[in-house]
């Protein structure tokens, strides 16, 4: 079966550019997280979404980064003004729906943003 | 708040040896613990979870990990390293949230 697909798996844009990230989850699991990793250090929490609604927001570093999820499956992360330190690899992860708080994550193989 | 560390940064072993990639935690209530895995240019993998009961649990690719309470801490074992287990290494804790906390990795080596 198909799982969580990222796009776009590369972007490069320039300072104070707008850029999406979409994230496609595994088809019924309605928790939906996204998470920053830079380079050498682990995952980093960003927001967490339970079915439309964001659940947990308190990740995002500024109010530059914005994510929605309007139909509970389909996210995108949204960064305004991108700035050089949004360089990172974002990561999108779901799980199923009753797995609660001890479900594994299945991530996707992230989006990797560089700002020059 | 729940908190993760992984004390090396990096795990060298000859491939036929044991390994262990280590895992402390911090909470303040039962821990539910996580190892995942990284292989380069993929998503994180999982592996292995403790959520109650045995101590040791078994997971994917012959890995196992031990819970032990009184040192908080949750190791990565195998018996005998592959070549193709190099790759990054992830633990990560979840306390009573929907989040889990992931340490900063951990790079395992297995030489010919």
């Known amino acids: 079966g198909a799982g969580v697909s990222q796009t776009p798996s590369n972007k490069v844009t320039e300072k104070g550019k707008y850029v999406e990230l979409r994230c496609d989850p595994i088809?019924?699991?309605?928790?939906l997280y996204w998470y920053r990793q830079s380079l050498g250090q682990g995952p980093e929490f960003l927001i967490y979404?339970?079915?439309?609604?964001?659940?947990?927001d308190s990740g995002l570093p500024n109010d530059r980064f914005f994510a929605v999820r309007p139909e509970g499956s389909v996210s995108t992360l949204k960064i305004q003004r991108t700035e050089r330190g949004d360089s990172a690899v974002y990561l999108c992860?779901?799980?199923?729906?009753?797995?609660?708080?001890?479900?594994?994550?299945?991530f996707g193989e992230g989006s990797r943003l560089t700002v020059l | 708040a729940q908190s993760v560390a992984q004390p090396e940064d990096q795990v060298n072993v000859a491939e036929g040896n044991p390994l262990t990639v280590k895992c402390t935690y911090s909470?303040?209530?039962?821990?539910?613990l996580f190892w995942y895995v990284q292989y380069p240019n993929r998503g994180l993998q999982f592996l292995l979870k403790?959520?109650?009961?045995?101590?040791l649990v078994k997971g994917s690719y012959g890995f196992e990990a031990e819970f032990n309470k009184s040192q908080t801490s949750f190791h990565l074992k195998k018996p005998s390293a592959l070549v193709s287990d190099s790759a990054l290494y992830f633990c990560?804790?979840?306390?009573?949230?929907?989040?889990?906390?992931f340490g900063r990795g951990t790079s395992l080596i297995v030489h010919p």
């Open positions: 909470v303040s209530g039962n821990p539910y």
């Open positions: 990560a804790v979840n306390e009573g949230s929907y989040i889990p906390t």
């Open positions: 088809s019924g699991h309605t928790a």
């Open positions: 979404f339970q079915g439309t609604g964001a659940a947990d």
């Open positions: 403790y959520i109650t009961g045995d101590n």
């Open positions: 992860a779901s799980s199923p729906s009753g797995s609660g708080i001890t479900g594994e994550l299945f």
